[in-house]
């Protein structure tokens, strides 16, 4: 016992490793299996080509019966000697009636070659009735008008083409002729060169009967369906349901021809092809009973086998896991303690080896690094309040600026000097806004507002020198822009455009919403990009415009964008950002809306 005791390894590893050496029946099991299966495949693959084989010579004769229907009735069409009879009236009526239906006749006759059922009546433009029924068939008479009555004549008489196809079920004249069957039919106009309709032709195959005369050559027996274009049955048994079932397939045969498909019992095997001159699809059904018996029965037996195998396998691997289990739950009593022994918690090692061993070192020190993270996470808290208390105390000194320029302002209006008041209630609004700092969006309104603000202390600065125009669409006074993100553009459109101009500066602001995106264009006509570079030894661009783009980037994730372009005189900033349309709010509440679709 001893020694079997040492020939089993203590390592998990190795354990695993030598069951899996001890069962190499299952990789074999799974191997007879998949060669099982590749030779099921193969079978089906081989009765597949067959199928499609046959499927694309009943596709070329239907097609070609299609054009020799459609050939028959351009040959009565363009028969001078048809037309002539037709026109005659009064006498010699049983020689007509004779020479119509020995016309008729020649058509069928010729149609019949092909080995299909086909039956002809022709209307003329008197309502007198030719068909091809034989001699002493118990035919209910029938007027033109009648006839003419029935769906399939309507349509073609309302509708503007001379012909069209359908199918149908045999009418009172057919029942006794083609019972019990469906109908493909050619209903036609005979016109003449003056486009003037002489007679109404309908040319009706019985599909079925000439399927099961073309099919019964083969050698592989099968069933045969026809479907429309919107998978409605054609030719299908009355009691088979088989068209739900195909109506998943249709679209696989229309680009696909060469896949086939298995019922969900592994009963059959469909092949398809698509008739497009028709809009059909020609379906086979093969069944899979003779070709299924052996291999179900060579299935059966290695799955036998495996399950044997997989028994014994659980068993060996219940002992395995038992040996191993244990310990584990001794680590998992152990985290549970962490929490309430304050994470001062540590495995004994010396009662574990292997990869039990270094797991429980592993979990001594994750322990003891958790322990050292919780402590700078404190230290790192109180040093955030530290520097909390640093920036609230330095928002004092801007408050006193404040409240000092508002001091001056009242000082300077108390004595007369409204500029330098209103120069003073201007600045005072940029410091105001600035010491807001909750929001990182604000309304456009007081975004220009701002602007308003700059501008009226530049303007004072510049000696007038240049004006501002504003144009700004309808409806965007509560969307949502970055803070100071207007200003920046507009300073570095005076110092780097206009800043040379002693007069006739502008500077535009135009502003739009279309496609759920807000653009701005703030353009001067200054210098322009290249002077402007060249003049103070760098390009425009500072530390407003960098800082903007970083905010851009941040807030919208990509999705916004500031861009410098040259104007023939002067610059254009350009800034595109997603549209936020906001609702008026206060303080305590705020309703946005995202129109640019971003959730």
Not at 179 to 186: E, K, V
Request: glycine share 8%; charged share 20%.
């Amino acid at each position: 016992m001893g020694k079997l005791k040492w020939l089993w390894p203590s390592s998990m590893k190795n354990r695993l490793v030598l069951s899996i050496l001890l069962f190499v029946l299952i990789p074999s099991a799974f191997l007879q299996i998949r060669n099982i299966t590749q030779l099921e495949t193969m079978m089906k693959d081989n009765i597949s080509q067959q199928n499609t084989a046959q499927l694309n010579f009943l596709k070329n004769n239907i097609e070609s019966l299609k054009f020799g229907v459609l050939g028959a009735m351009l040959q009565l069409e363009r028969d001078p000697d048809l037309r002539e009879q037709l026109g005659r009236t009064g006498e010699n009526m049983p020689e007509k009636n004779m020479f119509i239906k020995n016309e008729l006749l020649l058509v069928k006759q010729r149609l019949m070659n092909a080995i299909v059922p086909v039956h002809l009546t022709l209307v003329d433009d008197k309502g007198e009735v030719y068909n091809t029924l034989e001699e002493g068939m118990a035919v209910p008479a029938v007027s033109g008008a009648e006839l003419l009555q029935q769906p399939e004549f309507v349509k073609l008489r309302q509708g503007a083409e001379a012909y069209y196809w359908t199918v149908h079920e045999p009418d009172y004249l057919l029942a006794n002729a083609l019972p019990g069957s469906q109908l493909f039919s050619l209903f036609s106009k005979l016109q003449g060169t003056d486009g003037h309709t002489f007679a109404y032709l309908r040319i009706s195959l019985d599909m079925k009967t000439w399927l099961n005369s073309i099919t019964g050559g083969f050698q592989v027996k099968q069933t045969y369906y026809l479907l429309d274009g919107g998978g409605q049955p054609i030719l299908m048994g009355r009691n088979d349901r088989s068209a739900q079932a195909l109506g998943g397939m249709l679209a696989t045969f229309k680009s696909n021809p060469a896949r086939y498909f298995t019922d969900d019992k592994d009963l059959f095997i469909f092949n398809g092809t698509y008739l497009p001159n028709m809009d059909w699809y020609l379906v086979s059904r093969f069944p899979l009973e003779a070709l299924s018996g052996n291999i179900l029965a060579m299935k059966r037996e290695v799955m036998l086998s495996f399950l044997v195998t997989c028994i014994i396998f659980a068993g060996i691997m219940y002992a395995i896991v038992s040996s191993t289990v244990r310990p584990l739950h001794n680590l998992q009593k152990k985290m549970s303690e962490l929490v309430d022994k304050n994470l001062n918690v540590s495995i004994p090692e010396r009662k574990y080896k292997g990869e039990l061993l270094r797991l429980a070192r592993a979990f001594n020190l994750m322990t003891g690094d958790i322990r050292k993270l919780i402590e700078r996470l404190q230290m790192e808290e109180r040093q955030k309040e530290a520097i909390r208390f640093q920036m609230l105390m330095s928002q004092m000194n801007p408050h006193f600026l404040l409240n000092t320029l508002n001091t001056i302002k009242w000082n300077a209006r108390n004595h007369g000097d409204m500029g330098t008041s209103e120069i003073c209630q201007n600045l005072g609004k940029l410091l105001e806004s600035g010491l807001n700092s909750d929001a990182d969006l604000v309304f456009l309104k007081e975004e220009i507002e701002l602007i308003r603000a700059y501008v009226y202390i530049q303007s004072f600065r510049y000696d007038h020198s240049f004006n501002v125009e504003y144009m700004i669409g309808d409806g965007l006074e509560y969307a949502l822009i970055p803070k100071f993100s207007l200003q920046p553009l507009v300073e570095n459109a005076i110092y780097h455009g206009l800043v040379h101009m002693k007069a006739g500066g502008k500077i535009t602001i135009l502003i739009a919403g279309a496609g759920g995106r807000l653009r701005v264009e703030i353009g001067d006509n200054g210098q322009g990009l290249e002077r402007s570079g060249s003049a103070s030894g760098k390009r425009r661009k500072g530390i407003g415009l960098s800082n903007l783009r970083e905010r851009i980037l941040l807030l919208y994730k990509g999705r916004g964008e500031l861009l410098l372009l040259p104007l023939p005189q002067g610059t254009v900033a350009v800034l595109d950002i997603p549209l936020l349309n906001s609702l008026p709010y206060d303080k305590e509440e705020r309703n946005v809306e995202n129109t640019s679709g971003r959730r």
